[in-house]
C-alpha cells in the first residue's frame, strides 16, 4: 500500500523524528527497469530515434528483450548456446586483486607496482564479460578467504564476481562420485572411463550468459566458524611440520614407493573418520543420558563425509548381488588394491602431490607447506578444468614428476593448462587467445546489450562493496 504525501506531513508534524524512523518511499516504474544502449523504436507508429532500451537482463533468462520508453513496443532476443572455458584461479589471486582495487589496503602500493596485477584484472574481465571464460568458485576460497576474516567481505565479492554464483562441488562429494562409479565397474569387471564434463560438478549451468542482474545471498560464516577453521589450519599445519621431518629423514626414498603408500592410507582414514564419530556420539549420548551439561556441536550430529561413502558403497554392492556377510570384506580388498584404487583420478593427482611434496622435504627443502589446500583442490577439480593458476611450487609438482614412473603418474593424460607467476604472461596471451575466438555473433549481442564498452574493467567493484559494508 503506498503511503499518501499528505499522510507523510501530518505524521511529522505530530512526530519530528518521523522521518527518521520511517524508510522513504520510492515509486519507481517499468520504465525505470529499462537502460541504455538505446536504439531507434521499430514501432511504425513510434519510430522514436533513442527511446528502444534494454529491459534488466538475467542471463538464465535464456534471452533479453528491449522495450520502448515511449510507447511500450517490446521485441525479443534469444542468447545463442555458448561454450566457456573453465579457469580455476587460486585463492592468493583474488587475495592480490583484492589488494591492488583496495586502494586503503596496506599492500595496495606494492600490488600495483607490479603491472602484471593490472592487465591481469584487465584482461580476466574482458574475457569473463565476453563470455569467454567463468572462474567458478569453491569452497576453499570460502574457507582461505574466512581464514583472513579482515577482508572476506571484500575477497567474497571479488570471487563471485568472476564466478558469476557458480560454485563447484566439495572435495569429498568428487572424490566420492568417482570412487562410486569405479567400485561399480570393479564389481562387474569393467573398466571406467571418467568423463570430466564440468557440469558434474556444479549444480548451476557454466555455460549461461553472465549478463545483467545476478541475485546473490550474503551467506554470513556461522558462529564459531571462522575459530573452527583456524584451529583447524593450524592443527593441519603443525602436523605437516611433523610429517615434513618424518619424510626430511627418510632413508632409501622412493617415489613410486611413496606414491603407493599414499595411496594405501585411503582405507585406514575412511575407517579411522566413521569409528571416531561413533565414539564421540557415543560419549554424547552418555552424557545426555546422565543430565551432565554438555556444549552441543554440529560436528556431534552430523556423520563425516567417510560415512556417506561407506554407506554408498554397501549400497551398490547389495545391488550387484554381493552376500551381506561379504560385503565388508570385498569392499576392504577393493581398498588394498593399490593399482586399482590409482585409476581414479582424485586420489592418483592427490597421492602424487603428496609424494612429490615428500621427494621435495627428501630432498633437503627446509619448510614444509603451510597448508594442503592446494592439494585438496588441484586433485578434485584438475581434470574438469581448462587452466588453473597456482602457485609456483604447485604447478612445478604437477609438471616436473621423476623420470622413470609409470606414465599414469605423470599426469600427462589431462589437458589442463597449468599457469603460474613463473609463466604469467602466457597466461595473459591465453586469457587473449580466448577472447579473441569468440564469435562474432556473440560480441554484436554484447554491443546490443551493454554497449560499445562492455567489456570495461569494474574498477571500483571492491570500492563499492566497502561502501555497503559500512
Not at 34 to 61: A, E, M
Not at 160 to 181: A, C, R, V
Not at 427 to 453: A, H, R, S, W
Request: glycine share 6%.
Amino acid at each position: 500500500m503506498k503511503y499518501k504525501h499528505c499522510c507523510l506531513i501530518r505524521n511529522e508534524q505530530e512526530n519530528p523524528k518521523i522521518l527518521k524512523k520511517q524508510p522513504m518511499q520510492v515509486r519507481f516504474s517499468r520504465r525505470d527497469l529499462i537502460h541504455g544502449p538505446y536504439k531507434q523504436c521499430p514501432n511504425p507508429k513510434c519510430l522514436d530515434p533513442r527511446s528502444f532500451g534494454v529491459f534488466v537482463v538475467t542471463g538464465s533468462s535464456g534471452g533479453y528483450s528491449r522495450e520502448c520508453t515511449r510507447c511500450g513496443f517490446s521485441k525479443g532476443y534469444a542468447f545463442p548456446e555458448i561454450k566457456k572455458s573453465i579457469v580455476y584461479l587460486d585463492q592468493f589471486v583474488i587475495s592480490n586483486l583484492v589488494k591492488l582495487l583496495d586502494r586503503s589496503h596496506k599492500s595496495h602500493e606494492k600490488i600495483k607496482a607490479d603491472p602484471f596485477w593490472k592487465n591481469l584484472f584487465i584482461k580476466l574481465e574482458g574475457a569473463l564479460k565476453s563470455q569467454a571464460i567463468i572462474c567458478p568458485d569453491s569452497f576453499y576460497h570460502r574457507d582461505e578467504s574466512l581464514a583472513e576474516s579482515k577482508d572476506f567481505k571484500l575477497m567474497k565479492r571479488l570471487y563471485e564476481h568472476f564466478s558469476n554464483g557458480k560454485t563447484l562441488h566439495m572435495s569429498h562429494q568428487i572424490e566420492q562420485m568417482q570412487i562410486t562409479e569405479h567400485f561399480a565397474n570393479w564389481l562387474s569387471g569393467q573398466k571406467t572411463v571418467f568423463d570430466f564434463d564440468p557440469s558434474k560438478i556444479v549444480s548451476e549451468d557454466l555455460n549461461d550468459w553472465s549478463v545483467g542482474i545476478r541475485v546473490g545471498v550474503n551467506m554470513r560464516p556461522f558462529p564459531g566458524e571462522v575459530e573452527k577453521i583456524k584451529n583447524l589450519n593450524f592443527k593441519t599445519k603443525e602436523q605437516l611440520k611433523s610429517l615434513w621431518s618424518v619424510w626430511q629423514n627418510k632413508r632409501d626414498f622412493e617415489f613410486l614407493k611413496q606414491v603407493k603408500e599414499e595411496t594405501g592410507g585411503l582405507w585406514e582414514n575412511l575407517i579411522g573418520q566413521a569409528v571416531k564419530f561413533e565414539q564421540r556420539r557415543g560419549q554424547l549420548m552418555a552424557k545426555v543420558a546422565s543430565g551432565e551439561k554438555y556444549d552441543f556441536e554440529l560436528d556431534d550430529f552430523l556423520p563425516p563425509p567417510s560415512n556417506s561413502l561407506l554407506d554408498e558403497l554397501f549400497r551398490i554392492s547389495k545391488r550387484q548381488g554381493i552376500p551381506e556377510g561379504k560385503i565388508l570384506v570385498t569392499i576392504m580388498r577393493y581398498f588394498k588394491d593399490i593399482e586399482t584404487l590409482l585409476e581414479i583420478p582424485k586420489i592418483r593427482i592427490s597421492s602424487v602431490m603428496f609424494a612429490s611434496l615428500a621427494r621435495s622435504a627428501n630432498l633437503g627443502k627446509k619448510e614444509a607447506p603451510k597448508s594442503l589446500t592446494d592439494t585438496g583442490f588441484i586433485s578434485s577439480y584438475l581434470p574438469y578444468c581448462d587452466a588453473m593458476f597456482l602457485d609456483k611450487e604447485s604447478a612445478i609438482i604437477l609438471r616436473e614428476t621423476p623420470k622413470g614412473i609409470p606414465v599414469k603418474l605423470r599426469l600427462k593424460e589431462f589437458n589442463t593448462k597449468i599457469f603460474s607467476l613463473k609463466n604469467k604472461e602466457e597466461f595473459l596471451d591465453y586469457l587473449d587467445e580466448l577472447k579473441n575466438g569468440i564469435p562474432k555473433e556473440q560480441i554484436n549481442i554484447l554491443k546490443d546489450v551493454g554497449g560499445e564498452n562492455y567489456d570495461k574493467p569494474f574498477w571500483s567493484i571492491i570500492e563499492h562493496e566497502k561502501i555497503e559494508k559500512d
